[in-house]
């Protein structure tokens, strides 16, 4: 009998339930797959390591910019995911060891919700059956494979891949197409960019990185299109061949070829198959419908992370976990979801969190929203020769309250949790101002902009 039954091991239930035995609750961890979910083992972790590798390969290339010349770099595709298997090993293996030392049980197996009795919530689990005082669920999500025609068929053949298998592939392709340019597609597409691949990204808006800040994603836009990326926007895919993904721009049809494709379209929560209906848990367009607490409409059950399809993000999912762990333990607290920043890992990097220029429109705000270039770092434009960074500001009228930050260019995603710290607390423009920025650095030019608003 456990106090807490979490069904997944990904960052949401990973870090719910090292909490939750530090309050003292009897916890068990049920993972069908690997500690660390689609984070660690084929998500951001996997992502930064390829990542990392082609900033490295891209500074030898440009070295000679900064007076540095390298001879000839070249980069060993195999080796880079090899050194990524090693590196997820590690951090699996850490999150292993960190459950151990909680006191946290794992059971590696599929949890299915069987019901429910007066002693509490029933999990069948390989041939076992647990029961939990409460249950807690991050089953998280998987890559959305939409029903266009030949996609499925692609899927299975190998010839169009998710995040999931185009992480493992070894051999590097001579033409990539990548569907979707959202967060997943920009940053496959500047790996495979960087690494000499032909990449083409077909995206059916008429921007890329989805609710990015307009001008954000327009500086970001060009930049790979500088590096050869092409992009194909407003462009509805009609369907997958077996070389090739045709689609429709501008009313006519045509074909991208390609050596791969992949599938980065979006993702769904994992609610199919865990049993929901046996205790009654409401799911709306497949995700679980939760409270800012954490709370399902069934008492005692609980859902953080993707499966509950409102942020998606490894770092909203800690502290989702975190919330409904706290809650259960009654501290009250709840997630404050407009404050929750976002990066992209692109060279340059972008990192946002709060209003967009969009968003302010959108909900009819009475803000101003301010770019600054980030050459008014004095360290930006020593390390970034031709860069066309920015940080942008919005701020509300009346208060002068900072309602969002939305920057592109180096450190962006190091920087950004400070001005997420302003828009959680609600700073004003003059709170700020006495915050003493370190110098010579490029996160300066928040205070920049800050003293100009
Ligand atoms: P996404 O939602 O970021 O982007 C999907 C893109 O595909 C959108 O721009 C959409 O307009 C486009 N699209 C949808 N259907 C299409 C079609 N039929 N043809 C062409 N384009 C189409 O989804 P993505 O990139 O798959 O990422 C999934 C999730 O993973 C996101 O929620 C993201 O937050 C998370 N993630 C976060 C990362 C980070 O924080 N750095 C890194 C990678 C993923």
Not at 375 to 392: F, H, L, M, P, Q
Request: glycine share 12%; net charge neutral.
């Amino acid at each position: 009998m456990y106090d807490l039954i979490i069904l997944g091991g990904g960052p949401a239930g990973y870090n719910a339930a090292e909490n939750a035995a530090h309050g003292g609750m009897k916890t068990l961890v049920i993972e069908e797959r690997a500690l660390g979910g689609v984070c660690l083992n084929e998500g951001c972790i996997p992502t930064k390591t390829l990542l990392y590798s082609a900033k490295i390969y891209d500074y030898a290339k440009h070295g000679t910019d900064y007076g540095v010349s390298f001879g000839s770099a070249a980069i060993d595709h195999e080796f880079v995911v090899n050194r990524k298997d090693k590196v997820v090993k590690t951090l699996v293996g850490g999150i292993g060891a960190k459950m151990k030392h909680a006191g946290v049980d794992v059971v590696m197996e599929k949890a299915t919700i069987t019901g429910k009795d007066a002693e509490g919530f029933k999990v069948q689990a390989g041939d076992k059956e647990y029961t939990g005082k409460q249950l807690l669920i991050c089953t998280g999500s998987d890559a959305a494979v939409p029903p266009i025609p030949g996609l499925r068929e692609a899927v299975a053949s190998g010839f169009a891949m998710t995040n999931r298998e185009i992480l493992d592939m070894k051999k590097v392709p001579g033409k990539l197409v990548v569907i979707g340019g959202g967060v997943i597609g920009l940053e496959m597409a500047s790996y495979f960019n960087s690494i000499g691949v032909d990449v083409t990204v077909i995206e059916m808006l008429d921007h890329i990185a989805g609710p990015t800040d307009s001008e954000i994603s327009k500086i970001l836009l060009k930049n790979y299109q500088k590096k050869g990326v092409k992009f194909l926007l407003s462009a509805k895919v009609t369907s997958v061949g077996t070389d090739c993904v045709n689609y429709e721009k501008d009313g006519k049809a045509e074909s991208a070829p390609a050596d791969v494709v992949l599938v980065s379209i979006g993702r769904r929560a994992r609610t199919a198959g865990i049993g929901l209906e046996n205790i009654g848990v409401l799911t709306e367009r497949g995700a679980i419908v939760t409270t800012d607490e954490g709370r399902t409409n069934v008492p005692g059950v609980w859902a953080a992370g993707d499966v509950n399809g409102r942020s998606m993000l490894a770092h909203t999912a800690y502290r989702e976990g975190e919330v409904c762990i706290n809650n259960m333990l009654g501290k009250k607290d709840k997630v404050r979801y407009n404050s929750i920043p976002s990066v992209i890992y692109t060279n340059p990097e972008v990192a946002s969190v709060g209003e967009t220029s969009e968003t302010i429109k959108e909900k009819g705000l009475e803000a101003t929203a301010q770019s600054f270039t980030l050459k008014y770092s004095g360290r930006y434009v020593a390390e970034n020769e031709g860069g066309d960074g920015i940080v942008k500001i919005i701020i509300d009228k009346e208060h002068k309250k900072v309602l969002g930050v939305h920057m592109i260019g180096s450190y962006a995603s190091e920087i950004i949790y400070g001005a997420a710290m302003m828009v959680e607390k609600e700073m004003r423009v003059d709170d700020v101002k006495k915050f003493v920025f370190p110098h010579p650095t490029v996160c300066e030019v928040i205070r920049e902009g800050i003293f100009q608003l």
